[in-house]
């Protein structure tokens, strides 16, 4: 199957710094990524839709200029939590679509997430 | 927009039993319903999915049913064992574009007694 990276996989940051995320499609190019954010014991919460080349379109009550998204190749999204604080520590899990014949049900592939602790 | 609700949201059962989770959704417009296995600190697993053009589907020990008409959907797993035990997500989507978001449900953390 497509495989999908994140690196970090895991960061522990002070408050006020920013930090930079970055999901990679391996094997395949990535039309659409998207970027989600985990709460301990809560669901994956969809905070933004990226797609290669032009602005991300972000989710009811998400900030686009505290969670910045750049979808700058077919197989690169980079999440970037500005000015981070304690309530950002969360799990961010990245995902990716392939359109065409590789994907006939649109599936997503999961990266394998990043946790952030902000101190 | 889609919202998808999911209960219970915790289920234990005895190592051998069934486990049954429940979801529905608000979007008549949704056509794709994938159910996710998490366990903790990973990715979610697709574990099976099913279309609307279908009304179930099974995998081995996994099954899923669709009921378009109610906008209820399930997931059936038989001869549960202890590996089972995770984090189960319903979710729904549309399969019209590669662009197509997945809403999740809250999730079910299911727990095999041995």
């Known amino acids: 199957g497509a495989v999908v990276s994140q690196h970090p996989s895991r960061v522990i940051c002070k408050s006020g710094t920013s930090v930079k995320i970055e999901c990679r499609s391996l094997?395949?190019?990535?039309?659409?990524m998207f970027w989600y954010r985990q709460f301990p014991k809560q669901s994956l919460m969809l905070m933004a839709t990226?797609?290669?080349?032009?602005?991300?379109?972000?989710e009811q009550g998400v900030e686009k200029d505290k969670f910045l998204i750049n979808h700058a190749s077919l197989t690169l999204s980079t999440l970037t939590v500005t000015s981070a604080h304690p309530e950002d520590s969360s799990f961010y899990i990245c995902?990716?679509?392939?359109?065409?014949?590789?994907?006939?049900?649109?599936?997503?592939?999961f990266g394998p997430g990043t946790r952030l602790t902000v101190l | 927009g889609e919202n998808v609700e999911q209960h219970p949201s915790t289920l234990s059962v005895q190592e051998g039993d069934s486990a049954v989770i429940k979801c529905t959704y608000s979007?008549?417009?949704?056509?794709?319903f994938p159910w996710y296995k998490q366990e903790l600190g990973k990715r979610p697993q697709l574990i099976i999915d099913?279309?609307?053009?279908?009304g179930e589907k099974k995998d081995q020990r996994i099954a899923v049913t669709l009921n378009k008409t109610a906008k209820h959907f399930s997931l059936h797993i038989t001869e549960t064992q202890p590996e089972d035990s995770a984090v189960y997500f319903c979710?729904?989507?549309?399969?019209?574009?590669?662009?197509?978001?997945?809403?999740f449900g809250s999730g079910t953390r299911l727990s095999i007694r041995p």
């Open positions: 995902s990716a679509t392939i359109a065409g014949a590789r994907s006939s049900y649109n599936e997503q592939f």
């Open positions: 094997d395949f190019q990535a039309t659409t």
């Open positions: 990226s797609n290669e080349g032009s602005k991300a379109t972000y």
């Open positions: 979007d008549s417009a949704s056509n794709y």
């Open positions: 099913i279309r609307s053009n279908v």
């Open positions: 979710a729904a989507s549309t399969l019209y574009s590669s662009a197509s978001k997945i809403i």
